[in-house]
């Protein structure tokens, strides 16, 4: 019986030694007031840093965000350039048609509604 119990707290102690510093850390064993006190300086100036860092990180991604938003803009705007240009040159091509035929006396004019078709009926 002595056996188990001897077992049983060397694995205690195995379990409490295997975290180590980590753990001494964590419950705050590691680091005193005096450290706190004679590196504070160096806790704010890493707390900006941070902080500056997480600033930087939203700005960016706004910027992104916004230079999405512009590129969508941007392509129907170039879109709608190419539609406004292909009417404007149908426009020309019309104009230029209409000056020839009137240049040589035709008398053709453009017609506003399409041909008919008419077919057979019995």
């Given at each position: 019986m002595a056996t188990d119990s001897d077992n049983k707290k060397k694995k205690e102690k195995k379990q409490r030694k295997t975290p180590g510093w980590v753990a001494e850390l964590r419950y705050g064993q590691s680091i005193s007031l005096e450290f706190f006190k004679?590196?504070?300086?160096?806790?704010?100036?890493?707390?900006?840093i941070v902080v500056a860092l997480m600033g930087l990180r939203y700005k960016t991604k706004t910027k992104m965000a916004q230079i999405k938003k512009l590129n969508v803009e941007l392509q129907r705007a170039e879109s709608h350039m190419l539609d406004e240009k292909s009417k404007y040159m149908s426009l020309i091509r019309e104009t230029e048609m209409n000056k020839m035929v009137n240049e040589h006396g035709l008398n053709l004019q453009f017609q506003e509604q399409p041909p008919y078709h008419l077919s057979k009926t019995e």
């Open positions: 004679t590196n504070a300086w160096l806790i704010l100036v890493m707390v900006v």
